[in-house]
């Protein structure tokens, strides 16, 4: 149940979101679900090296991508212009706060990661949204991550033996990234018929597996984050799901991909 009804929460919340909400809303609820995973973002790489008011500084420093894109409207440029001038601004950072810390260069190298993580991925997130049908391409790409999850969990405990990336993260299998494919690709068609206006169902199909491999790609590599930080989950807000940055992993890597697909290949 610690799963379950927070999982049906959000999924609510994201279709009210999607379906329901203005464009305005949703930028700010991004900025505010990107706010949220930057903090849990830098206490995984600072731990509790950063003051009150230097955690701050980088949750507001970190997302300046998407903030730039909500004043841009236009991913590309916004994502760009913000990851420059965010940057500079983590330089700075580190040359005010450079005697605090006997490992600066490491902490500003997981510092600027964290700006292409989560500032430049979740920017293309609100992108995708600013697009012609931008609510139904986001569902579809909920429920392709949604349903890989829950493929690769429910096919990986039954039949997974052989470890996908063991070092990287043990309980993932190869009958799991099966079980991802294999629920995630008619995720995709299901959704795109309900929610799409006359989907183009060859592009939706070649576009779910290539987001369904993202997808994997992106939940692996926050593990990477957490096993070089030492962390099991980036938070505990959400219950048994962990931290937001632990709900949103998979959408951070396929949100982007789709709208490249969407706009520079369809």
């Given at each position: ?30 900025a505010v679900v990107a706010i949220w995973a930057t903090d849990e973002y830098v206490r995984m790489a ?23 894109t909500m004043m841009t409207g236009d991913a590309g440029t916004g994502a760009l212009y913000g990851l ?183």
């Amino acid at each position: 149940m610690k799963r379950v009804v927070p999982g049906i929460l959000l999924a609510l919340c994201w279709f009210f979101l999607l379906f329901k909400g203005s464009i305005t809303l949703f930028a700010a609820v991004i900025a505010v679900v990107a706010i949220w995973a930057t903090d849990e973002y830098v206490r995984m790489a600072g731990g509790q090296r950063f003051s009150t008011l230097q955690r701050i500084l980088l949750d507001i420093i970190l997302p300046l991508p998407l903030f730039a894109t909500m004043m841009t409207g236009d991913a590309g440029t916004g994502a760009l212009y913000g990851l420059l001038f965010a940057f500079g601004l983590l330089a700075i950072f580190t040359f005010a706060t450079y005697a605090d810390f006997s490992d600066s260069y490491d902490l500003f190298c997981r510092l600027a990661f964290g700006t292409m993580y989560l500032g430049v991925l979740s920017a293309f997130i609100l992108g995708l949204r600013l697009l012609p049908e931008g609510g139904g391409w986001l569902l579809v790409v909920t429920a392709i991550t949604a349903g890989s999850d829950t493929g690769a969990y429910y096919i990986g405990r039954a039949y997974g033996k052989s470890k996908l990336c063991p070092v990287i993260s043990p309980n993932k299998t190869w009958a799991g990234a099966v079980g991802g494919f294999a629920f995630g690709v008619p995720a995709a068609v299901l959704f795109a018929g309900m929610f799409l206006v006359d989907p183009p169902w060859l592009f939706i199909t070649i576009a779910a597996i290539l987001l369904t491999g993202a997808g994997i790609a992106g939940d692996l590599t926050e593990s990477i984050i957490k096993r070089g930080t030492g962390v099991k989950d980036s938070g505990h807000c959400l219950g048994g799901h962990g931290g937001i940055l632990d709900r949103i992993d998979s959408l951070l890597f396929c949100g982007p991909l789709l709208y490249f697909l969407l706009v520079v290949v369809r």
